[in-house]
Structures are given as structure tokens and as C-alpha cells.
């Protein structure tokens, strides 16, 4: 399989509405995942900060996440879907082949 790019992107969600991300992020991962080029998708509570979380996904390119995704349909129904429970976010681009 061709390398992949992991995205991380690190959530800070309003107070108290922790419990409705997840479940926004449950109703919408499929969507991602149908995503040009989206190969895997993860959501990971901090195990240390309250409102933080990991949102880690597999992508074939960082073009097919920061240039093709944000205007797919697909693009489109996952920001509409987040973008209410979002304080701050911090995204990041990794090569996933390990060292």
C-alpha cells in the first residue's frame, strides 16, 4: 500500500458539550471516511485535559485533506457538523511511516 499522511488535529471543545462532540463525531465518521482519499478516521479523549481531544486521520496526500476535502459534500458536512463544538483547533501533518 502507498505511504499515507496521518492529520492530527487537536480539539478543544466548549464546556459541557464534550458528550454531544462524540456523538456528533459518531453520526459524521462515516462521512469522512467517504471522503476523497480519507483511508481511516479516530477519535481519542485526553487523558489529562477536560474538553481536549485527538482526531487522527489517515489521508492518501496532505492535498486530498487541505485542498480537495474542505469542498467536497463530504468536506462540507463534517466542518458544518464540528465547527459549533469547537474552542480551538490545532492541525498537524505527519508521514505515518514509522522511523
Known sequence: MAPMILEHAKFT????????FEDAYRSVR???LL????????LHRSAE???VYLL???WD???HHTEQFPDT???KDVIATFSPFLAAADVTHFDAESL
Not at 471543545?13 to 454531544?20: L, M, S, T
Not at 471522503?35 to 479516530?42: T, W
Open 13 to 20: 471543545i466548549h464546556p459541557g458539550q464534550e458528550r454531544a
Open 30 to 32: 462515516v462521512t469522512l
Open 35 to 42: 471522503a476523497p482519499g480519507c483511508r481511516s478516521a479516530q
Open 49 to 51: 485535559q477536560q474538553g
Open 56 to 58: 487522527q486521520v489517515g
Open 61 to 63: 496526500t496532505v492535498a
Open 73 to 75: 459534500d463530504q468536506g
